[in-house]
Every structure is written in C-alpha cells, then in structure tokens.
C-alpha cells in the first residue's frame, strides 16, 4: 500500500518555463513534507520543505503547497533550469516509537530542456 | 560541511556471503537512517538509531541487522545475502527532530552475483 504516491514518472519541461511536480499521501499521521532531488549514484539532497500547519512553503525558485483536505502537495519550480534534471521525491514524516521515519514515493523524473 | 560518509561505495558479494556496510553521520547528529532502494524502487525505511539505541525498525529482513557505536557511526550487517539484496543502501543523519529534512550519505550500491 503506497502512502505517498508520485503519479507521474517523468515530466518534461522547457528551459524557463514553471516545472510542477504532483505528489499525493493516504496517512493522516503525516506532520511535515518534504521534497528531494536525486541525481543517478547520489544519495537524496533535502530541497525544501513544509509543515501540515502550513500551507505554502518558498525557498527561491522553489516552491512547494500543501493542501491537506485534498491530502496532494506539489513543488513549484521557476524558472525551470536544465540543471534541475533530476528525480524528484515527495516524502512525509511521521513520528514511530523512536524517531522520525521518512516514507518516500516512487519520484519523478525531471527533464529540463535547454 | 562535512556530508554524511559512507563506505564502502560500491560492493559486490555473492549469494550467501555476508556484507557490512559503514555510515558516518555529520558530527553531533544523534539519529541514523538506513534506508533501501531497489531498482526503480522508492528508497525503503529499514532501521534507525537515537543515542547508540535502536529506535525504530522498519522492513528490515532478518538477515541483516545494525548497530551503532559509541562514536556515532553505524554499521548495517547483512547475512545470506539473496539476488534481491541488491540495492542502493542510503544512510542518513539528522538531530532528533529533523525539521529540516535529514542529510543523506551517497550511498552504498550492493551487488550480489
């Protein structure tokens, strides 16, 4: 059962133009999001994030919305950059026994094109 | 700054050998990740330790077990390996209330033959 879901595998955008990468969870336990960038033998580099008490979050060209009754996040990217071709992962945090587990979806692939 | 270091890169072992991998956390962080990723595959929580403690346990097999030191690195022991094993194994480190996201290490890529 995947809680945090990632439809699109890949999305293709124009040099410049708004990138916008959908991510969707179950788990009502969820309390803080957070997106990641992956490039290939990299581990996963932290880019922005967003509490459930929130409801949008800008960090630069980075922005990412929360909309908890539709239980759907997004990241925005402007202007969209050739080096932002990555993979990008949604993840959401939930507190277990000890500490604080990170439940990932399956990302989306991001193409930038010059 | 210093990253999240873990060693060795890449590892390549064959069915039923045995295989530990090594995580060392960015200085006083108190709390290590393991996560799995499969190919094609969404990293996959597996363990994680608070102050040399387990915290919590995640779709950790049997085989494998890990533990942490009294210098705060970590170290995954993985037994019997299987084909399945193979995988990128991601650290990461973070306090205890990583509002901030956690730091992950580059990662381990296993390969079992």
């Known amino acids: 059962d995947q809680q945090v879901k990632q439809n699109s595998p890949s999305l293709s955008v124009q040099e410049g133009r708004i990138s916008i990468l959908n991510c969707d969870y179950t788990?009502?336990?969820?309390?803080?999001f957070l997106w990641y960038k992956k490039y290939p033998a990299e581990g996963p580099t932290f880019l922005i994030s967003?509490?459930?008490?929130?409801d949008k979050n800008e960090d630069g060209r980075f922005t990412v919305f929360l909309n908890k009754s539709a239980k759907h996040l997004s990241l925005h990217i402007v202007p969209s950059q050739p080096g932002d071709s990555a993979v990008y992962f949604c993840?959401?945090?939930?507190?277990?026994?000890?500490?604080?587990?990170?439940?990932f979806g399956k990302g989306t692939k991001l193409s930038v094109i010059p | 700054a210093a990253g999240v270091i873990q060693s060795p890169r890449h590892l390549i072992k064959e069915k039923r050998e045995t295989a530990t991998l090594k995580c060392y956390p960015i200085?006083?962080?108190?709390?290590v990740y393991w996560y799995q990723q499969g190919p094609g595959q969404d990293p996959q929580f597996l363990i994680s330790?608070?102050?040399?403690?387990?915290?919590d346990k995640g779709s950790i097999p049997d085989r494998f077990s890990a533990q942490q030191f009294s210098d705060y690195h970590s170290e995954l022991n993985m037994s019997s390996l299987e084909l399945g094993d193979s995988a990128l194994y991601f650290c990461?480190?973070?306090?205890?209330?990583?509002?901030?996201?956690?730091?992950f290490g580059s990662g381990t890529r296993l390969t079992v033959v």
């Open positions: 990461a480190s973070s306090f205890t209330s990583p509002n901030y996201g956690y730091t």
């Open positions: 788990n009502s336990m969820f309390d803080y």
């Open positions: 967003i509490s459930s008490i929130k």
């Open positions: 993840a959401a945090r939930a507190r277990g026994a000890g500490s604080y587990q990170l439940t």
């Open positions: 200085p006083r962080h108190d709390t």
């Open positions: 330790f608070y102050e040399k403690m387990q915290s």
